[in-house]
């Protein structure tokens, strides 16, 4: 005979009991599924970023450029290094700028797993004549070979420190073509020119090879090859300090430069983006698993409280009570480990393919081992609850029902003439089981406020994500700022020229090149008023810098020190020129007019917009918010400001606790006067004239400093939305225009527009284009494809994101809801054997039960929404009050209660269907196995 034990008794209730722990198995089986598929999750977030960066960079820690082999030898012995490779550059290559010609080497085993080439296309070369190329490099340089074909390039061999001078010619058939890597590491990790034998050789000709030959290539004959070393510590903590050692151990060994350690570009953002989302999101997962578990784990003990009670009867302990439907559980948990943990692997796996290439999954034994022992300990955590209530029933308590009995004794029951019995069964269940429709109502409730906020908000991003202005936009880096005084003759510098977009326009894949220009011109004003001084608190050069303000001051005492003093400079500046009011110095942007009016004719807050007088020269526009609102606030041991452009207008300036606000002064039809001040000052003179008027203790002007006065009227007043403009207040012109102001530029952008639709393909050929065509000049490559890109995938994200919540929830909800009614099925057999017996019909007894669920999701999901309400008005209230701390994140947040209400339909359908089905088999049964006690 077998030994009696707490673990046989669980066993045997097992199989006994099959259909009864089949919610709780279900609800056991999600909550490993969702626990151990966040853990999953996270480790491919962690495991994408880190892909992200190898392919962007390379898996080495640090580079040494322009090393010998003495160096490579010491940093192979060294033990804070674990691996070493050296690339070998043979010579350079271009076809008719030297300044655009790549290095060509090759790499040795250990070098070419840290520099990890990622094929496009093609192979890596395995013989002589055969070289593999980085698209870019091969753009850069002008060659147009397809993999396969032949090209031939001028060369000259390395010689150790830089180049002979001596140009020969190299033919290469190009086996393979790879993804870019030398720009990232250019951009990020080495300075433009590195300084080899005394001297300073760019990097774009020499620091990395971006065309790659089989391992063993000499150089020409007379040229000494240049090593490059690929360094990685021997601990990954130690990375980041690498390059702090290497410069102390290895310091004339080469120039050192550290290998970012983080991701980049759009993918690592979207990437980082849904970690943070998977964070927020793993703590709604493991509360909904453990709510699933909670209410199967409460509802099968409250169908089995007689037995709990027999147990207590006989001398069972409150331990031994907890242990035996403890051990239940664990059986469960442990029979269905398997199973869960492959659905979610696989489900997880599914998931991240749906999110876009840049994500990888690579799970490994520990993560997987931490995911099961994780997943058990949700459930452990879950079910103790409801152990510890049910060790503690008293015996005869559970065993005569008594619990029924108490309430029945404290209500007070009013007769009445006549009366709906299933209204009153209905009220009843609500008042005995309160407890238990309180829980239901309150993750009801959860669900319905999480829809009406979710969904409204994401249904908004999504409508919010604006269609491509143009396909790419390329930047000078010196045309950002516009409010300076006066414009000098190096403010073209790194322009772009009518030169470069005729040969950008030239190119057969792009469709139409417009461009931007840009010059900075002053606003006359009578006076400057609160409008202008807020803005003037942002880059203006009216006012002087006040001293950092004391903790003891008030918002108000802060703002009056920061309106304080007028700056000196502004002061010489209006007397040299011989202006008699007050200036408020602007950018004044030039457009192509097509391209004005796509980009603005849907965002005039004010007026019309008039082609032809903006491209007479007539009118302008006036790109700037028609109120704006400054505050200040103390942040820690800091001081935090904040100037918010608000485009309603005086309204919108209502219920908010501004420090300071204005309203624009000017409004369309008016007459302005715009003064364009310059010089001929070349960048060179600029700099000597400037440090000897520092020297001095003058303000600097130029002696040449001449102004051009023009009044024009404002045809419309848009919104600062254009990203060229990069400023609260800007005017519009036209580029036919632009001259009639007095000065003219180059352009400062230029906008693209490819002919046909753009894919990933010709995304990925024309940035590279595009950086080869703007190598040396200090420019950002915009691609409005690959911003709407990560849009898409990131909305795309936070729909499956969303929906997976959605869904989660509404299972947990029905399993809640299912549980607690079917248990209440149970604890009602009598009762409705009794209703049956004195000729109650089936719809009389089901409509019990609806009732009772109706009110449910009346308060659950009426008071959901009420919730979610409150909390949408009451942020919205929060951002008006504080908009230093809420600046970035205002208006963020939509509400709806209309998703909210569908859900709520949803599971009350669900609900009714599985119920009814129950309640049909169950009035179905005579009325003697009902009443009596089975």
């Not at 259909?19 to 279900?26: D, G, M, N």
């Not at 000597?688 to 002007?701: D, P, V």
Request: charged share 20%.
């Amino acid at each position: 005979m077998k030994t009696f034990t707490l673990s046989v008794f669980a066993a045997r209730d097992l199989r006994r009991r099959k259909k009864q722990y089949i919610a709780l198995t279900l609800g056991i089986v999600f909550s490993m599924i969702f626990s151990s598929g966040v853990l999953f999750f996270l480790s491919c977030v962690d495991a994408s970023l880190e892909e992200n960066r190898f392919r962007t960079y390379g898996k080495q820690d640090a580079l040494l450029l322009g090393t010998t082999e003495d160096a490579l030898s010491r940093l192979r012995s060294d033990p804070k290094i674990r691996a070493v490779g050296a690339a070998h550059v043979i010579e350079k290559v271009y076809t008719d700028d030297p300044a655009k010609g790549s290095a060509v080497g090759w790499l040795d085993e250990t070098a070419l797993q840290l520099a990890y080439p990622i094929l496009t296309e093609g192979r890596m070369p395995s013989a002589p004549g055969e070289v593999a190329a980085e698209r870019d490099a091969l753009l850069r340089m002008g060659v147009d070979a397809a993999v396969g074909e032949r090209f031939t390039v001028a060369a000259q061999a390395a010689n150790g420190g830089g180049y002979l001078e001596s140009i020969y010619e190299s033919t290469y058939t190009l086996v393979g073509v790879l993804a870019g890597k030398r720009g990232a590491l250019e951009k990020y990790a080495l300075n433009r020119n590195v300084v080899i034998a005394d001297r300073e050789v760019p990097t774009e000709v020499f620091g990395l090879p971006a065309l790659f030959v089989c391992a063993g290539t000499q150089t020409a004959p007379g040229g000494r090859e240049i090593l490059t070393a690929y360094v990685k510590a021997a601990d990954e903590k130690n990375a980041d300090g690498l390059e702090m050692y290497l410069s102390q151990t290895f310091a004339n060994a080469g120039e050192i430069a550290a290998t970012p350690r983080s991701a980049a570009g759009f993918s690592a953002m979207r990437i980082s983006s849904l970690g943070e989302t998977g964070q927020y999101l793993s703590l709604i997962l493991l509360a909904a698993s453990a709510a699933g578990v909670f209410g199967a784990m409460d509802a099968n003990l409250a169908d089995r409280k007689k037995q709990i009670g027999l147990l207590r009867a006989v001398g069972a302990t409150r331990a031994q009570i907890a242990g035996i439907f403890a051990r239940e559980t664990a059986l469960i948990a442990l029979i269905s480990l398997p199973v869960s943990l492959a659905l979610s692997y696989f489900l997880t796996k599914l998931l991240i393919g749906l999110l876009g290439d840049e994500f990888v999954f690579l799970p490994d034994l520990k993560t997987l081992l931490v995911s099961g022992g994780f997943g058990l300990a949700c459930i452990a955590a879950a079910s103790a609850v409801p152990l510890v209530r049910a060790s503690r029933l008293s015996p005869m308590f559970a065993i005569r029902g008594a619990e029924m009995n108490r309430k029945m004794r404290k209500k007070r029951i009013r007769s009445k003439s006549f009366f709906s019995v299933s209204s009153l069964m209905a009220k009843r269940r609500l008042t005995f089981a309160r407890r238990r429709q309180v829980s239901v109502a309150l993750m009801l409730a959860f669900l319905t406020g999480l829809a009406a906020l979710a969904v409204p908000t994401f249904l908004d991003s999504y409508r919010s994500s604006a269609r491509l202005r143009h396909d790419f936009d390329i930047t000078s880096d010196f045309g950002r700022s516009g409010d300076a005084m006066y414009n000098t003759a190096f403010s073209g510098y790194g322009y772009f020229t009518e030169s470069d977009r005729a040969s950008l326009a030239a190119n057969r894949e792009i469709a139409a090149v417009s461009g931007v220009k840009k010059c900075s011109v002053n606003l006359l004003l009578d006076e400057y008023g609160d409008y202008f001084d807020t803005l003037a608190l942002r880059g203006s050069v009216r006012y002087q810098s006040p001293p950092f303000p004391e903790k003891s001051m008030t918002k108000r005492q802060i703002a009056e020190q920061a309106f304080a003093k007028v700056s000196p400079e502004y002061e010489a500046f209006r007397e040299k020129l011989g202006f008699d009011r007050e200036l408020f110095s602007a950018a004044l942007c030039a457009c192509e007019s097509a391209a004005l009016e796509a980009d603005y004719g849907g965002a005039v807050l004010e007026g019309r917009i008039d082609m032809g007088k903006l491209l007479s020269g007539e009118e302008i526009l006036i790109a700037a918010p028609l109120a704006v609102g400054y505050d200040v606030a103390w942040s820690g041991d800091g001081l935090a400001e904040t100037i918010l452009p608000l485009d309603g207008g005086e309204s919108a300036l209502k219920n908010r606790s501004f420090t300071k606000t204005g309203t624009l002064p000017i409004h369309a039809g008016d007459r302005i006067t715009l003064s364009a001040a310059v010089s001929g000052l070349s960048f060179d003179d600029w700099q000597k004239q400037n440090a000897a008027a520092a020297e001095s203790g003058k303000i600097f002007l130029p002696d040449d400093l001449r102004r051009i006065d023009r009044e024009v009227t404002v045809g419309a007043i848009v919104a600062p939305e254009g990203r060229v403009f990069l400023a609260d207040f800007s005017l519009i012109t036209t580029t036919a225009a632009f001259p009639l102001f007095g000065v003219d530029r180059n352009y400062v952008t230029l906008n693209i527009d490819l002919a046909g639709e753009c894919d990933a393909a010709r995304n990925d050929e024309m940035t590279e284009y595009l950086a080869a065509f703007t190598a040396g000049k200090q420019v950002e490559i915009y691609s409005d494809f690959e911003y709407a890109q990560y849009a898409k995938q990131r909305l795309r994200a936070t729909l499956v994101t969303l929906s997976g919540i959605l869904t989660l929830l509404l299972a947990a909800g029905i399993g809640v809801m299912l549980n607690t009614l079917s248990a209440q099925l149970r604890e009602d057999k009598r009762t409705i054997g009794t209703l049956r017996a004195v000729g109650a019909d089936a719809r009389t007894v089901g409509s019990v039960y609806f009732r009772q669920m109706l009110a449910v999701f009346a308060l659950g999901g009426g008071g959901g929404i009420a919730a979610s309400a409150l909390l949408f008005f009451g942020w919205r209230l929060y951002t008006d009050l504080n908009p230093i701390e809420t600046n970035a994140i205002r208006g963020a947040v939509r509400f709806s209660p209309v998703p909210a209400a569908a859900l709520c339909l949803l599971l009350l359908a669900v609900c009714c269907a599985v119920i009814g089905g129950k309640k049909r088999r169950q009035t179905k049964r005579s009325v003697t196995d009902n009443i009596r006690e089975l």
